[in-house]
């Protein structure tokens, strides 16, 4: 059952005593800007849907912050990050957009932003070992979440779906790809029957690292909270091959570019399947890791994996791209965002009736649907159960790999048939005092 909207506007009360008496949040201030009553274009302070920031790398200040701030009914309250450089960043990053007197909570413990009783919701974009404890942490803390893909493993994936339901919060796995109108419509066609009954689904996914990378301890940087990056990850020294982007080729932070672009490429295939609360019935495959050094991940992987319906999926590294082949035809593009290819011209010219298959697309991207479905209590278009079934197959095509053998899946179940030793890999152990 959704929750009520009455009960989290009100939150938004606490902003309207600041804006009239200058009263703060302790440990949490909060500037009030010439447009805290609402200027052409800009909803009244009391009106937006606060956000509390988790995370500033690349992605969390290049595209998360900066997709954020320019809507007009959203409010940055709070900037978190272990690297007090990043948080730097990020502040400036808010500067440019509100004004150069603007300032807000920081702090390198991500637990002071969901303490705060008026923050609305949480932009996580952390590594993926952080994605669902603090995303489960910030629901049960009354709190909506958009949060960076992909799952880190099975197990944890099922228990955000669980506490989405639990809680009736609002969840956006963060990828744009449902708000790019050329996946939206290949998954249209191949919905609709275009290419006539789906038999085989090709995707190809990047590969990577194309390094071993240095395994060296080396000295924590001085601004760097180490142990707060590992959080339930296993404790090792700081190495510099790591912090930032380059915890994807660790498999205790990621599941590598088989689970990160996975995440991308993978979503298009399960909505054109029509697979998004499911998945596969059986995954075999192969992979390359580096024998020595600090990555190791499957830099190179080929994966084969059969739907209860008879169709097979093909997942291979080396690039981006997607093949639907059916009875009477296939379509697919080669390369992000690469446009439509298809067998014949009239399956790129097709109308979509009013009577089929329409799937929502939101041009403005995830940021602005998560806004929109805060205020409706409606779920947004990459919802926490159709992130974790998409996660799950890339995590089910890293088992394969890593047992060497044809596993048998239940979807149903999320459960290997008859397979101890895979159903252990489902999920992983978190140190202390991490968990859920």
Same mark, same amino acid.
């Given at each position: 059952m959704k929750r009520s909207t009455s009960n989290r506007y009100n939150r938004r009360q606490l902003l309207r005593r600041a804006a009239t008496a200058a009263v703060g949040v302790a440990a949490a201030p909060y500037a009030i800007t010439s447009t805290a009553l609402?200027?052409?274009? %800009?909803?009244?302070?009391?009106?937006?849907?606060?956000?509390?920031?988790?995370?500033?790398?690349?992605q969390g200040i290049g595209r998360?912050?900066?997709?954020?701030?320019?809507?007009?009914?959203?409010? =940055?309250?709070?900037?978190?990050?272990?690297?007090?450089?990043?948080?730097?960043?990020?502040?400036?990053? =808010?500067?440019?957009?509100?004004?150069e007197d603007f300032t807000c909570q920081t702090t @390198?413990?991500?637990?002071?932003?969901?303490?705060?009783?008026?923050?609305?919701?949480?932009?996580?974009?952390?590594?993926?070992?952080?994605?669902?404890?603090?995303? %489960?942490?910030?629901?049960?803390?009354?709190?909506?979440?958009?949060?960076?893909?992909?799952?880190?493993s099975i197990a944890e994936g099922r228990v955000l779906a669980d506490t989405v339901e639990r809680y009736g919060a609002v969840y956006q796995t963060a990828t744009e790809d449902r708000s790019i109108a050329i996946y939206n419509r290949m998954a249209e066609l191949v919905r609709n029957g275009r290419i006539g009954k789906l038999t085989k689904i090709y995707s190809q996914l990047p590969g990577g690292p194309g390094n071993p990378g240095d395994a060296t301890p080396k000295p924590v940087p001085t601004n760097l909270d180490w142990d707060m990056w590992l959080g339930p990850a296993p404790w090792k020294p700081f190495r510099n091959g790591l912090h930032m982007f380059h915890w994807r080729w660790h498999r205790d932070y990621s599941?590598?570019?088989?689970?990160?672009?996975?995440?991308?490429?993978?979503?298009? %295939? @399960?909505?054109?399947?029509?697979?998004?609360?499911?998945?596969?019935?059986?995954?075999e495959g192969t992979g390359k890791r580096h024998p020595t050094g600090l990555?190791?991940?499957?830099?190179?992987?080929?994966?084969?994996?059969?739907?209860?319906?008879? %169709?097979?999926?093909?997942?291979?590294?080396?690039?981006?791209?997607?093949?639907?082949e059916g009875t009477e035809g296939w379509v697919g593009n080669k390369g992000w965002t690469a446009p439509l290819e298809a067998s014949s011209p009239e399956i790129l010219k097709s109308v979509i009736g009013p009577d089929e298959v329409k799937l929502f697309?939101?041009?403005?991207?995830?940021?602005?649907?998560?806004?929109?479905?805060?205020?409706?209590?409606s779920d947004p278009y990459f919802p926490a159960e159709i992130g974790h079934r998409c996660s799950t197959v890339s995590h089910l095509g890293n088992i394969a790999m890593d047992l060497g053998?044809?596993?048998?899946?239940?979807?149903?179940?999320?459960?290997?048939?008859?397979?101890?030793?895979?159903?252990?890999?489902?999920?992983?152990?978190?140190?202390?005092?991490?968990g859920l």
């Open positions: 609402g200027a052409i274009g %800009v909803a009244p302070a009391s009106e937006r849907i606060t956000v509390g920031f988790i995370g500033l790398g690349g998360n912050l900066n997709m954020f701030l320019p809507q007009p009914d959203a409010q =940055a309250v709070a900037l978190c990050d272990v690297d007090r450089g990043r948080i730097n960043e990020g502040l400036k990053a =808010a500067r440019r957009r509100y004004g @390198q413990d991500w637990r002071e932003v969901i303490a705060r009783s008026d923050i609305d919701a949480v932009m996580i974009s952390t590594g993926d070992q952080w994605h669902v404890p603090m995303s %489960v942490a910030a629901i049960r803390s009354g709190k909506d979440v958009i949060c960076e893909k992909p799952t880190l599941g590598g570019q088989l689970t990160d672009w996975g995440s991308h490429q993978l979503d298009t %295939v @399960q909505m054109a399947a029509d697979t998004e609360r499911t998945g596969p019935v059986e995954i990555y190791n991940v499957y830099h190179e992987y080929h994966v084969k994996y059969r739907y209860a319906n008879g %169709v097979e999926l093909y997942v291979d590294s080396g690039g981006t791209g997607l093949k639907f697309i939101c041009p403005q991207g995830e940021h602005r649907n998560f806004l929109d479905c805060v205020k409706t209590r053998r044809k596993m048998r899946w239940d979807p149903d179940k999320e459960e290997f048939i008859g397979d101890a030793e895979a159903n252990r890999l489902r999920g992983r152990a978190m140190r202390e005092p991490w």
